[in-house]
């Protein structure tokens, strides 16, 4: 099939339009009261802020560089917790936690005690599923071999995509419903291709989050 036949044109639907840009004037307000005006940014830091105060963290990181969130940390050994916060869509193929351009400091900072991993997974613009949370050194040393795999020459770029089955069943992450309950969560991947195998006791309702130091 070409390039030129691919796709699925639809006529362009004027309530649609109307209806959409009447929700985006409101957006632009709040946009323009708390001067964020990179909608893209705007809307992941909403995200990564709805995620990380649910998990219990205090502080979102506004620029673009280092960790997403942090709070003060119950080990005496660390000043700060600190989570990375990763997004995916309910209608993706497949809901997996991406690492973009990781490098060797980034990926053993996973092993360290004091920084977690959430992947958030959204059906609509405010309707949050679940979150998978958790942390593990298997998490750091997986990051790094693949960050050392890519340096030795063996990608084309420093990637790394880890589904939700991985998460939960290597690195024994569990997963927090929140718009859902559980069992709707685990019916969800029973009809999820690659989540399957992920038990029923993993999964919890987000009032249960009790962290541990």
């Not at 632009?28 to 809307?43: A, G, L, P």
């Not at 080990?75 to 809901?95: G, I, M, Q, R």
């Not at 991985?166 to 024994?172: C, I, Q, S, T």
Request: glycine letters at 4%; a neutral charge.
């Amino acid at each position: 099939m070409s390039l030129l036949d691919k796709g699925n044109f639809v006529k362009i639907n004027e309530s649609f339009i109307l209806q959409s840009l009447d929700v985006f004037q409101n957006l632009s307000r709040i946009q323009d009261q708390y001067e964020k005006y990179d909608t893209d940014t705007f809307m992941n830091e909403v995200r990564d802020t709805v995620a990380a105060k649910y998990l219990g963290f205090t502080h979102i990181n506004t620029e673009k560089h280092g960790f997403d969130a942090r709070r003060k940390s119950k080990n005496k050994n660390y000043d700060f917790d600190y989570l990375e916060v990763k997004t995916a869509s309910f209608n993706a193929k497949s809901w997996q936690a991406t690492f973009n351009d990781t490098n060797l400091e980034k990926a053993d900072l996973f092993s360290e005690p004091n920084l977690y991993l959430a992947l958030s997974v959204w059906k609509s613009a405010s309707d949050l599923l679940f979150i998978v949370y958790g942390k593990s050194p298997l998490l750091g040393q997986f990051l790094r071999e693949k960050v050392e795999r890519f340096l030795a020459g063996n990608g084309v770029r420093s990637t790394q995509s880890i589904p939700i089955s991985k998460l939960v069943n290597d690195f024994g992450m569990t997963v927090f419903a929140v718009s859902k309950t559980p069992n709707e969560v685990f019916d969800l991947f029973q009809m999820q291709n690659g989540c399957r195998t992920i038990k029923r006791e993993a999964i919890k309702s987000i009032s249960e989050m009790r962290e541990k130091p």
